[in-house]
Protein backbone atom coordinates (compact mmCIF):
# COMPACT_ATOMS: atom_id res chain seq x y z
CA UNK A 1 0.00 0.00 0.00
CA UNK A 2 1.49 3.69 -0.98
CA UNK A 3 2.01 5.51 2.23
CA UNK A 4 -0.37 8.74 3.13
CA UNK A 5 0.13 12.25 3.08
CA UNK A 6 -2.05 14.84 4.89
CA UNK A 7 -0.41 18.43 4.28
CA UNK A 8 -2.05 21.10 5.27
CA UNK A 9 -1.37 25.11 4.30
CA UNK A 10 -1.63 28.45 6.33
CA UNK A 11 -0.98 32.04 4.94
CA UNK A 12 -0.33 33.22 1.55
CA UNK A 13 0.23 32.45 -2.17
CA UNK A 14 3.28 31.75 -1.82
CA UNK A 15 2.75 29.21 0.77
CA UNK A 16 -0.06 27.35 -1.38
CA UNK A 17 3.03 27.43 -4.32
CA UNK A 18 5.44 25.85 -1.93
CA UNK A 19 3.20 23.23 -0.67
CA UNK A 20 1.81 22.41 -4.11
CA UNK A 21 5.33 22.01 -5.34
CA UNK A 22 6.05 20.09 -2.05
CA UNK A 23 3.20 17.69 -2.13
CA UNK A 24 4.41 16.90 -6.11
CA UNK A 25 7.59 15.70 -4.56
CA UNK A 26 6.19 13.55 -2.12
CA UNK A 27 3.51 12.23 -4.99
CA UNK A 28 7.25 11.47 -6.94
CA UNK A 29 8.19 9.41 -3.84
CA UNK A 30 5.23 7.18 -3.64
CA UNK A 31 3.05 9.06 -1.61
CA UNK A 32 -0.86 9.33 -2.23
CA UNK A 33 -3.20 12.19 -0.93
CA UNK A 34 -5.42 12.05 2.17
CA UNK A 35 -7.45 14.90 3.78
CA UNK A 36 -8.49 12.29 6.74
CA UNK A 37 -5.25 13.26 9.02
CA UNK A 38 -5.60 10.24 11.00
CA UNK A 39 -5.11 8.15 7.79
CA UNK A 40 -1.88 9.93 7.56
CA UNK A 41 1.37 8.12 7.35
CA UNK A 42 3.26 11.58 7.56
CA UNK A 43 1.48 15.04 8.70
CA UNK A 44 3.09 18.65 6.96
CA UNK A 45 1.86 21.92 7.94
CA UNK A 46 3.45 24.75 6.14
CA UNK A 47 3.29 27.47 8.66
CA UNK A 48 2.75 31.33 8.96
CA UNK A 49 4.36 33.78 10.79
CA UNK A 50 3.05 37.18 9.27
CA UNK A 51 0.10 37.50 12.43
CA UNK A 52 0.19 35.89 15.98
CA UNK A 53 -2.97 34.46 15.13
CA UNK A 54 -1.47 32.24 12.57
CA UNK A 55 1.26 30.87 14.72
CA UNK A 56 -1.52 30.09 17.65
CA UNK A 57 -3.14 27.73 14.88
CA UNK A 58 -0.36 25.74 14.77
CA UNK A 59 0.64 25.52 18.42
CA UNK A 60 -3.29 24.79 18.77
CA UNK A 61 -3.13 21.38 16.35
CA UNK A 62 0.52 19.90 17.86
CA UNK A 63 -1.51 19.07 20.88
CA UNK A 64 -2.67 16.20 18.67
CA UNK A 65 0.31 14.75 17.88
CA UNK A 66 0.99 12.38 21.15
CA UNK A 67 -2.72 10.79 19.61
CA UNK A 68 -1.88 10.73 16.62
CA UNK A 69 1.36 9.06 17.15
CA UNK A 70 0.25 6.55 19.59
CA UNK A 71 -2.24 5.10 16.97
CA UNK A 72 0.26 5.29 14.28
CA UNK A 73 4.19 4.56 15.42
CA UNK A 74 5.35 4.95 12.19
CA UNK A 75 3.81 8.53 11.70
CA UNK A 76 6.19 11.19 10.76
CA UNK A 77 5.31 14.60 11.66
CA UNK A 78 6.82 17.42 10.44
CA UNK A 79 6.53 21.67 10.08
CA UNK A 80 7.43 23.82 7.43
CA UNK A 81 7.94 27.28 6.40
CA UNK A 82 7.79 30.62 7.98
CA UNK A 83 7.19 29.11 11.40
CA UNK A 84 10.43 26.34 11.23
CA UNK A 85 12.38 28.81 9.93
CA UNK A 86 11.54 31.24 12.82
CA UNK A 87 11.69 29.07 15.62
CA UNK A 88 14.08 26.20 14.01
CA UNK A 89 15.02 23.65 16.32
CA UNK A 90 12.85 24.90 19.41
CA UNK A 91 9.97 22.91 18.12
CA UNK A 92 11.61 19.39 19.04
CA UNK A 93 11.92 21.04 22.99
CA UNK A 94 8.36 22.52 22.60
CA UNK A 95 6.70 19.21 21.15
CA UNK A 96 8.83 16.13 21.03
CA UNK A 97 6.24 14.50 18.58
CA UNK A 98 7.70 16.78 15.82
CA UNK A 99 10.32 14.27 13.50
CA UNK A 100 10.98 17.44 10.83
CA UNK A 101 11.54 20.76 10.92
CA UNK A 102 12.00 22.42 7.52
CA UNK A 103 12.38 25.87 6.82
CA UNK A 104 11.65 27.78 3.64
CA UNK A 105 14.68 27.62 1.74
CA UNK A 106 15.27 24.21 2.19
CA UNK A 107 11.75 22.95 0.99
CA UNK A 108 13.22 21.17 -1.46
CA UNK A 109 14.94 18.16 0.63
CA UNK A 110 11.52 17.25 2.57
CA UNK A 111 10.83 14.23 0.56
CA UNK A 112 14.50 13.16 1.08
CA UNK A 113 14.24 14.11 4.77
CA UNK A 114 11.55 12.06 5.52
CA UNK A 115 12.95 8.57 3.69
CA UNK A 116 15.80 9.69 5.90
CA UNK A 117 13.64 9.57 9.32
CA UNK A 118 11.94 6.68 8.04
CA UNK A 119 15.47 4.60 7.25
CA UNK A 120 16.46 5.56 11.06
CA UNK A 121 13.59 4.43 12.43
CA UNK A 122 13.79 1.45 10.71
CA UNK A 123 17.48 0.65 11.96
CA UNK A 124 16.59 1.89 15.21
CA UNK A 125 18.76 4.70 14.98
CA UNK A 126 18.48 7.28 17.62
CA UNK A 127 19.09 10.53 15.51
CA UNK A 128 15.60 10.31 13.81
CA UNK A 129 14.79 14.10 13.72
CA UNK A 130 15.86 16.46 10.92
CA UNK A 131 16.28 20.04 11.26
CA UNK A 132 17.15 21.54 7.48
CA UNK A 133 16.55 25.98 8.10
CA UNK A 134 20.20 26.60 6.47
CA UNK A 135 19.25 28.09 3.25
CA UNK A 136 17.27 30.40 3.53
CA UNK A 137 19.23 33.18 1.52
CA UNK A 138 19.50 30.49 -1.36
CA UNK A 139 18.18 30.54 -4.86
CA UNK A 140 14.06 29.38 -4.80
CA UNK A 141 14.37 25.52 -4.83
CA UNK A 142 10.78 24.54 -6.52
CA UNK A 143 10.61 26.36 -9.93
CA UNK A 144 11.13 22.59 -11.63
CA UNK A 145 8.29 20.78 -9.68
CA UNK A 146 5.60 20.18 -12.55
CA UNK A 147 2.90 19.33 -10.18
CA UNK A 148 -0.48 21.67 -10.15
CA UNK A 149 -3.03 20.69 -7.67
CA UNK A 150 -5.56 23.11 -10.12
CA UNK A 151 -6.04 22.15 -13.98
CA UNK A 152 -7.42 25.87 -14.36
CA UNK A 153 -5.21 28.32 -12.39
CA UNK A 154 -1.32 28.21 -11.68
CA UNK A 155 0.92 29.60 -9.15
CA UNK A 156 4.30 31.35 -10.21
CA UNK A 157 7.06 32.10 -8.15
CA UNK A 158 9.25 34.68 -9.35
CA UNK A 159 11.53 36.18 -6.76
CA UNK A 160 11.09 35.29 -3.03
CA UNK A 161 12.46 37.72 0.12
CA UNK A 162 12.09 41.12 1.34
CA UNK A 163 14.91 43.90 1.58
CA UNK A 164 12.44 46.23 3.19
CA UNK A 165 13.03 46.81 6.98
CA UNK A 166 8.88 47.64 8.09
CA UNK A 167 8.94 47.40 11.70
CA UNK A 168 6.28 45.04 12.29
CA UNK A 169 7.18 42.34 9.86
CA UNK A 170 8.75 38.95 10.11
CA UNK A 171 9.46 38.51 6.52
CA UNK A 172 13.11 39.14 6.15
CA UNK A 173 13.59 36.65 9.00
CA UNK A 174 11.20 34.40 7.49
CA UNK A 175 12.10 34.65 3.55
CA UNK A 176 15.41 36.03 3.43
CA UNK A 177 16.60 38.65 1.32
CA UNK A 178 15.11 39.44 -2.59
CA UNK A 179 16.18 36.87 -5.28
CA UNK A 180 14.43 37.08 -8.82
CA UNK A 181 14.79 34.26 -10.60
CA UNK A 182 16.03 34.46 -13.97
CA UNK A 183 13.60 35.16 -16.75
CA UNK A 184 14.34 32.64 -19.26
CA UNK A 185 13.25 30.25 -16.11
CA UNK A 186 10.13 31.96 -15.40
CA UNK A 187 9.24 31.76 -19.33
CA UNK A 188 9.81 28.20 -19.78
CA UNK A 189 7.44 27.41 -16.60
CA UNK A 190 4.92 29.72 -17.91
CA UNK A 191 5.44 27.89 -21.36
CA UNK A 192 5.04 24.47 -20.05
CA UNK A 193 1.94 25.94 -17.96
CA UNK A 194 0.50 27.52 -21.42
CA UNK A 195 0.82 24.00 -23.10
CA UNK A 196 -1.01 22.40 -20.83
CA UNK A 197 -3.79 24.30 -21.25
CA UNK A 198 -3.76 26.51 -18.15
CA UNK A 199 -6.58 29.69 -18.24
CA UNK A 200 -4.67 31.86 -15.34
CA UNK A 201 -1.54 32.44 -13.99
CA UNK A 202 -0.47 34.41 -10.45
CA UNK A 203 2.97 35.46 -10.01
CA UNK A 204 4.35 35.68 -6.62
CA UNK A 205 6.95 37.53 -4.41
CA UNK A 206 7.06 39.40 -1.23
CA UNK A 207 7.40 42.35 -3.19
CA UNK A 208 6.36 41.23 -6.66
CA UNK A 209 7.09 44.27 -8.75
CA UNK A 210 11.06 45.06 -6.97
CA UNK A 211 11.54 41.85 -9.29
CA UNK A 212 14.82 42.06 -11.23
CA UNK A 213 17.28 43.50 -8.46
CA UNK A 214 20.56 41.56 -8.74
CA UNK A 215 20.31 39.67 -11.58
CA UNK A 216 22.23 39.70 -14.90
CA UNK A 217 19.71 41.02 -17.36
CA UNK A 218 18.69 44.16 -17.48
CA UNK A 219 15.53 43.78 -16.55
CA UNK A 220 12.47 45.13 -14.14
CA UNK A 221 8.91 43.57 -13.69
CA UNK A 222 7.08 45.61 -15.99
CA UNK A 223 9.51 44.22 -18.72
CA UNK A 224 8.92 41.02 -17.37
CA UNK A 225 5.20 41.18 -18.05
CA UNK A 226 5.87 42.27 -21.40
CA UNK A 227 8.36 38.97 -22.45
CA UNK A 228 5.56 36.95 -21.20
CA UNK A 229 2.58 38.25 -23.12
CA UNK A 230 4.92 37.70 -26.10
CA UNK A 231 5.98 34.14 -24.87
CA UNK A 232 3.06 32.51 -23.75
CA UNK A 233 0.64 34.79 -25.35
CA UNK A 234 -2.20 31.78 -24.93
CA UNK A 235 -2.52 32.61 -21.19
CA UNK A 236 -5.76 33.81 -20.84
CA UNK A 237 -5.36 35.89 -17.37
CA UNK A 238 -1.98 37.25 -15.93
CA UNK A 239 -2.17 38.23 -12.25
CA UNK A 240 0.36 39.10 -9.38
CA UNK A 241 0.93 40.03 -6.15
CA UNK A 242 2.27 41.42 -3.95
CA UNK A 243 3.11 44.88 -4.78
CA UNK A 244 5.37 47.55 -2.38
CA UNK A 245 4.09 50.72 -3.15
CA UNK A 246 8.05 52.17 -3.39
CA UNK A 247 8.26 50.37 -6.96
CA UNK A 248 4.32 50.66 -8.09
CA UNK A 249 5.34 53.38 -10.81
CA UNK A 250 3.60 54.65 -14.05
CA UNK A 251 5.58 52.72 -16.18
CA UNK A 252 4.38 49.43 -14.40
CA UNK A 253 0.56 51.17 -14.79
CA UNK A 254 1.33 51.67 -18.91
CA UNK A 255 2.02 47.84 -19.25
CA UNK A 256 -0.76 46.48 -17.34
CA UNK A 257 -3.14 48.91 -19.46
CA UNK A 258 -1.37 47.84 -22.93
CA UNK A 259 -0.62 43.94 -22.41
CA UNK A 260 -3.99 42.08 -22.85
CA UNK A 261 -3.20 39.52 -20.56
CA UNK A 262 -2.69 41.54 -17.31
CA UNK A 263 -5.66 41.77 -15.14
CA UNK A 264 -7.20 45.27 -14.33
CA UNK A 265 -6.18 44.81 -10.56
CA UNK A 266 -3.78 45.93 -8.33
CA UNK A 267 -3.17 45.16 -4.37
CA UNK A 268 -0.80 47.58 -3.27
CA UNK A 269 -1.01 48.10 0.87
CA UNK A 270 -0.44 51.33 2.78
CA UNK A 271 -1.08 49.78 5.98
CA UNK A 272 -1.83 53.62 7.36
CA UNK A 273 -2.94 56.91 6.22
CA UNK A 274 -1.11 58.69 9.15
CA UNK A 275 2.59 59.63 8.32
CA UNK A 276 3.14 59.68 11.43
CA UNK A 277 2.71 55.94 11.52
CA UNK A 278 3.99 55.10 8.45
CA UNK A 279 7.85 56.61 9.85
CA UNK A 280 7.18 54.68 12.59
CA UNK A 281 6.30 51.57 10.48
CA UNK A 282 9.26 52.54 8.13
CA UNK A 283 6.56 52.35 5.32
CA UNK A 284 8.86 54.30 2.63
CA UNK A 285 6.41 56.00 1.37
CA UNK A 286 3.82 59.16 2.62
CA UNK A 287 0.49 59.33 2.60
CA UNK A 288 -0.01 62.22 -0.06
CA UNK A 289 2.65 59.78 -2.30
CA UNK A 290 0.76 56.80 -1.88
CA UNK A 291 -2.71 58.82 -3.17
CA UNK A 292 -0.60 60.37 -6.09
CA UNK A 293 0.61 57.02 -7.14
CA UNK A 294 -3.08 55.05 -6.91
CA UNK A 295 -4.19 58.45 -9.08
CA UNK A 296 -1.52 58.00 -11.65
CA UNK A 297 -3.15 54.20 -11.79
CA UNK A 298 -6.57 55.47 -12.24
CA UNK A 299 -5.71 58.01 -14.69
CA UNK A 300 -4.39 55.31 -16.56
CA UNK A 301 -6.55 52.56 -15.81
CA UNK A 302 -10.01 53.95 -15.14
CA UNK A 303 -11.63 50.29 -14.65
CA UNK A 304 -9.06 49.21 -12.64
CA UNK A 305 -9.54 47.37 -9.35
CA UNK A 306 -7.38 48.17 -6.13
CA UNK A 307 -7.23 46.71 -3.05
CA UNK A 308 -5.34 46.90 -0.04
CA UNK A 309 -3.72 45.61 3.20
CA UNK A 310 -4.47 48.21 6.76
CA UNK A 311 -2.74 47.16 10.12
CA UNK A 312 -4.84 49.46 13.15
CA UNK A 313 -3.48 49.30 16.61
CA UNK A 314 0.32 49.68 15.73
CA UNK A 315 1.89 51.06 19.06
CA UNK A 316 1.84 54.35 19.20
CA UNK A 317 -1.14 55.26 17.19
CA UNK A 318 -3.39 58.08 18.30
CA UNK A 319 -6.84 58.61 17.75
CA UNK A 320 -5.71 61.41 15.56
CA UNK A 321 -3.41 58.79 13.40
CA UNK A 322 -6.14 56.31 13.22
CA UNK A 323 -8.84 58.96 11.75
CA UNK A 324 -6.05 59.48 9.62
CA UNK A 325 -6.17 56.00 8.07
CA UNK A 326 -10.35 56.25 7.69
CA UNK A 327 -10.04 59.33 5.82
CA UNK A 328 -7.21 57.51 3.57
CA UNK A 329 -10.03 54.66 3.19
CA UNK A 330 -12.79 56.98 2.57
CA UNK A 331 -10.39 58.90 -0.20
CA UNK A 332 -8.62 56.09 -2.08
CA UNK A 333 -11.95 54.27 -1.88
CA UNK A 334 -10.17 50.17 -2.41
CA UNK A 335 -12.29 47.71 -3.61
CA UNK A 336 -11.57 45.92 -0.72
CA UNK A 337 -9.04 46.06 1.81
CA UNK A 338 -7.15 43.38 3.98
CA UNK A 339 -8.15 44.94 8.13
CA UNK A 340 -5.58 43.66 10.78
CA UNK A 341 -5.04 44.57 14.15
CA UNK A 342 -1.79 45.07 15.09
CA UNK A 343 -0.08 42.01 16.75
CA UNK A 344 3.56 41.71 17.78
CA UNK A 345 6.30 39.67 16.15
CA UNK A 346 8.92 38.37 18.33
CA UNK A 347 12.34 39.82 16.58
CA UNK A 348 10.61 42.27 14.80
CA UNK A 349 12.12 46.16 15.70
CA UNK A 350 8.31 46.97 16.47
CA UNK A 351 8.53 44.63 19.84
CA UNK A 352 10.89 47.92 21.48
CA UNK A 353 8.22 49.71 20.73
CA UNK A 354 5.88 49.82 23.79
CA UNK A 355 2.75 47.84 22.49
CA UNK A 356 0.20 50.31 24.49
CA UNK A 357 -2.93 50.24 22.56
CA UNK A 358 -5.44 48.41 24.60
CA UNK A 359 -6.67 45.36 22.94
CA UNK A 360 -10.63 46.52 23.38
CA UNK A 361 -8.81 49.77 21.63
CA UNK A 362 -7.51 47.52 18.83
CA UNK A 363 -10.99 45.97 18.63
CA UNK A 364 -13.04 48.49 18.34
CA UNK A 365 -10.70 50.62 15.40
CA UNK A 366 -10.44 47.30 13.38
CA UNK A 367 -14.31 47.00 13.56
CA UNK A 368 -14.57 50.48 12.57
CA UNK A 369 -12.23 50.12 9.49
CA UNK A 370 -14.00 47.02 8.03
CA UNK A 371 -17.73 48.30 8.60
CA UNK A 372 -16.22 51.58 7.11
CA UNK A 373 -15.00 49.51 4.09
CA UNK A 374 -17.76 47.34 3.35
CA UNK A 375 -19.61 50.27 3.12
CA UNK A 376 -17.49 51.34 0.02
CA UNK A 377 -16.70 47.68 -0.88
CA UNK A 378 -21.16 48.05 -1.73
CA UNK A 379 -20.95 51.00 -3.11
CA UNK A 380 -18.54 50.15 -5.24
CA UNK A 381 -20.02 46.97 -6.30
CA UNK A 382 -23.52 48.26 -6.43
CA UNK A 383 -22.44 50.70 -9.43
CA UNK A 384 -21.52 47.60 -11.62
CA UNK A 385 -25.27 46.36 -11.51
CA UNK A 386 -26.77 46.29 -15.08
CA UNK A 387 -23.18 46.32 -16.28
CA UNK A 388 -21.43 43.22 -18.09
CA UNK A 389 -18.54 41.69 -17.63
CA UNK A 390 -16.28 38.51 -18.43
CA UNK A 391 -16.38 36.03 -15.89
CA UNK A 392 -13.88 32.92 -15.29
CA UNK A 393 -15.63 30.26 -13.37
CA UNK A 394 -13.74 28.50 -11.73
CA UNK A 395 -16.26 26.15 -8.90
CA UNK A 396 -19.30 25.15 -8.48
CA UNK A 397 -21.37 27.00 -5.23
CA UNK A 398 -20.99 25.08 -2.16
CA UNK A 399 -24.75 25.82 -1.29
CA UNK A 400 -26.26 25.30 -4.87
CA UNK A 401 -24.53 22.95 -7.48
CA UNK A 402 -26.56 24.65 -10.21
CA UNK A 403 -24.99 27.53 -9.35
CA UNK A 404 -21.28 28.61 -10.31
CA UNK A 405 -18.33 30.59 -8.94
CA UNK A 406 -15.75 32.67 -10.98
CA UNK A 407 -13.97 36.31 -11.30
CA UNK A 408 -14.01 39.13 -12.70
CA UNK A 409 -10.73 40.38 -14.46
CA UNK A 410 -10.45 43.08 -11.25
CA UNK A 411 -10.62 39.89 -8.86
CA UNK A 412 -14.51 40.10 -8.07
CA UNK A 413 -16.10 37.62 -6.71
CA UNK A 414 -19.64 36.56 -9.01
CA UNK A 415 -21.49 33.87 -8.66
CA UNK A 416 -24.20 32.82 -11.19
CA UNK A 417 -26.77 30.31 -12.21
CA UNK A 418 -25.99 28.20 -15.14
CA UNK A 419 -27.86 24.92 -16.45
CA UNK A 420 -24.46 23.09 -17.74
CA UNK A 421 -21.10 23.63 -16.27
CA UNK A 422 -18.92 25.86 -17.05
CA UNK A 423 -16.24 25.41 -14.79
CA UNK A 424 -12.86 26.34 -16.55
CA UNK A 425 -14.98 28.94 -19.10
CA UNK A 426 -14.95 32.43 -20.06
CA UNK A 427 -18.44 33.79 -19.84
CA UNK A 428 -20.13 37.68 -20.45
CA UNK A 429 -22.79 37.98 -17.42
CA UNK A 430 -25.07 40.86 -16.36
CA UNK A 431 -24.66 41.62 -12.97
CA UNK A 432 -28.53 41.64 -11.08
CA UNK A 433 -26.99 41.95 -7.62
CA UNK A 434 -24.36 42.90 -5.41
CA UNK A 435 -22.87 42.48 -1.71
CA UNK A 436 -19.63 43.87 -0.45
CA UNK A 437 -17.83 40.75 -1.35
CA UNK A 438 -19.87 39.17 -3.53
CA UNK A 439 -21.99 40.03 -6.95
CA UNK A 440 -24.90 38.28 -8.62
CA UNK A 441 -25.26 37.62 -12.20
CA UNK A 442 -26.86 36.31 -15.31
CA UNK A 443 -24.70 34.66 -18.30
CA UNK A 444 -25.28 36.17 -21.53
CA UNK A 445 -23.03 34.34 -23.40
Not at 281 to 289: A, N, Q
Not at 313 to 336: H, N, V, Y
Amino acid sequence: MRKKLFLQTFGCQMNERDSEAVEGLMLDDGFEKTAVIEEADVILYNTCSVRDHAEQKIFGRMGRFRRLKEANPRLIVGILGCMAQEHGAKFFKKNPDIDLVCGTGNLSQVAGLVREISESRSARLSTDKRLATDKIDDAYGLEDVRYRSNALKALVTIMKGCDHRCTYCIVPMTRGREISRNSESILREIKDLEGRGFKEVMLLGQNVNSYGKGLEEPIDFAGLLEKIQAYAPKIERLRFITSHPKDAHARLFQVMRDLPMVCEHLHLPVQSGSDRILRRMKREHIRSWYLGQIEEYRRLMPEGALTTDIIVGFPGETEADFLETMSLIEKARFDSAFIFQYSERPGTPAVKLKDDIPETEKHRRHQAALLLQRAISLEINQALIGKTVEVFFETESKKDRSRFVGRTRGYKRVVAFSETDCIGAFRLVRITGAADETLLGEIVQ
